[in-house]
């Protein structure tokens, strides 16, 4: 008989896993990036809902959940297999909203508490009858479940009525999923008109996956042709490699019509006898439990490899974004060196005013016009990087994430930020040549607005400023004028840096704010590891 691994230590690994698991993040819009989130959501609900408490608690009992496709009569089925109408059904769909789940009463605080299924606010109002205030005010229906309890149902066994797994609504579906991962037992129904469908073989061939334990039901056959479609349905069974799943075949009566009322118990004495049997004898439930519980701990080893893949993926295609915009601002902030050492700065209506200084320019009119000119470089580098960028995004799918997209387009933010910083390098420029005017013993000490302009024009005009060079060495002497144009050079350079720094930080926001890190795929494939040892 296969008996549980209940050991602290392997709960211990598990747990770490599990942690490795929630942390893994798939923000970027790759090709993968839907499945991986979607198989890690799974995953978890499976570890969170079923596999860490059952290895918790392996004396709670067995939850079969009833799953399946619109209108297969899942609702119908507990019913009749309870003996009275605990879930609602009927002819509308999709009807299940609520899930539903109903245990023997000296089982009940086994799911009162939050055990099982955590996520979901628990209502219990015996004996009341469906469909009649089963919901506190506010309570969303798709994050509630509905406990009751029954005598009928035999002591350690729970049956959970899930919502359509095909529902139109899409919380349905992400909820019905969720509770089959939370299952000891899956049962799968289907009907004699739709076993051959999408849905339903999707499910069967994830049970197969996990090798849960799995019972399919195949209802509402017409007794004309149940022997027909028994054999067809079984064939495609066993094609699917499922042929020794219990099945069970539940035919069309009047009771079925409309979905409202109770089959009658030889109708659902087969599957009721077969789901006694795990619960009472010992060998079977624990076989039902290693099963479920070993299928989903031996998935882990294809599992969290995809996800580490995935995580890797992620990783290389964020260092791709990143890669592009340093590339494009360590090209643009060389460029912008190589023009400044060109004196590109001094041309256009900066060149006019030194053209004009001082007899018809005066020296604050020519710091306005190098400023502006010093901006307008400076934004056409951070503009050319911009476009640099967008263009090797448009390469990269991952580019496409919504929170990369959400950038100001606009060059206003950029146009201010940089004349705020040109502002401040001028204002430091002037303290520097007030300074080196103050150090003078000299009787008339020349303007230190006329110095700061000199100067400014000496590290912004290349061969054009030489005469510049030659009226601050005039104004302050040979060693003054180098120790000031030393000191302005070492303030120009630290301005452009930063200028440049913010502007590639500022792009780089987005991408950084979603937090893609190459810890997860060694993380991933470290968990798995230290389980399997364990194991």
């Not at 939850?63 to 009569?73: D, Q, R, Y």
């Not at 256009?348 to 020296?363: I, N």
Request: hydrophobic fraction near 45%; charge should be negative; charged fraction near 25%.
């Amino acid at each position: 008989m296969v008996t549980l691994d209940v050991r602290p230590q392997l709960l211990d690994t598990l747990s770490a896993l599990r942690d490795r698991v929630a942390a893994a993040r798939f923000p970027l819009p790759l090709a993968g990036a839907p499945r991986a989130r979607a198989n890690r959501d799974e995953l978890l609900a499976q570890l969170d809902d079923y596999l860490v408490p059952r290895l918790r608690e392996p004396d709670a009992p067995l939850l079969a959940v009833v799953g399946g496709s619109t209108g297969a009569g899942k609702s119908t089925l507990v019913n009749s297999l309870v003996g009275r109408r605990v879930s609602e059904a009927g002819v509308l769909r999709p009807t299940t909203r609520t899930p539903v789940l109903v245990c023997h009463p000296e089982d009940h605080h086994w799911f009162s508490g939050m055990r099982v299924l955590p996520a979901l606010t628990r209502v219990w109002v015996p004996q009341q009858e469906p469909g009649d205030g089963l919901l506190p005010p506010g309570d969303d229906p798709a994050r509630v479940l509905r406990i009751e309890t029954a005598e009928s149902v035999p002591p350690g066994l729970a049956l959970l009525d899930a919502p359509d797994i095909d529902s139109l609504v899409a919380e349905n579906r992400i909820l019905a999923a969720e509770l089959l991962c939370a299952a000891d037992i899956w049962i799968m129904v289907t009907t004699a008109a739709r076993y051959a469908d999408a849905v339903p073989w999707h499910l069967l061939r994830t049970a197969k996956e996990y090798d849960a334990t799995l019972v399919t039901v195949l209802d509402r056959v017409p007794h004309q042709v149940v022997s027909e479609v028994s054999r067809q349905y079984g064939a495609l069974l066993t094609k699917a490699g499922l042929g020794a799943v219990p099945r069970f075949t539940v035919p069309e009566l009047p009771e079925s019509a409309w979905g409202g009322g109770l089959l009658p118990a030889t109708a659902v004495a087969p599957l009721r006898t077969w789901l006694v049997h795990q619960v009472q004898e010992p060998g079977a439930r624990q076989q039902v439990m290693a099963r479920t519980a070993y299928g989903v701990l031996d998935s882990l080893k294809s599992r969290m490899p995809e996800l580490a893949g995935a995580a890797a993926a992620q990783y290389a295609a964020a260092l791709r974004l990143t890669s592009a915009v340093d590339g494009a601002y360590d090209s643009e902030h060389a460029r912008v060196k190589a023009r400044l050492n060109g004196g590109a700065v001094l041309a256009g209506d900066a060149l006019k005013r030194w053209r004009a200084f001082p007899l018809d320019c005066t020296a604050g009119e020519l710091l306005d016009a190098l400023a502006g000119s010093l901006a307008a470089l400076l934004l056409c580098a951070v503009t050319a990087a911009d476009e640099r960028i967008d263009q090797a995004w448009r390469r990269e799918p991952a580019a496409g994430a919504p929170e990369l997209a959400e950038r100001d387009p606009s060059l206003k933010s950029a146009e201010h930020r940089i004349g705020l910083a040109v502002r401040r390098w001028r204002r430091e420029l002037e303290e520097f040549a007030d300074d080196e005017v103050r150090q003078l013993d000299r009787n008339v000490a020349p303007d230190p607005e006329i110095v700061a302009a000199l100067v400014a024009t000496v590290l912004l005009g290349g061969r054009r400023a030489r005469s510049a060079g030659e009226g601050l060495a005039e104004r302050l002497g040979a060693h003054g004028a180098l120790r000031l144009r030393d000191r302005a050079g070492r303030l120009l350079g630290e301005y452009l840096d930063k200028v440049m720094h913010t502007e590639r930080e500022r792009r780089l926001a987005p991408l950084d704010a979603l937090d893609v890190q190459p810890e997860p795929q060694a993380e991933l494939i470290a968990a798995l590891s230290v389980l399997q040892k364990e194991r």
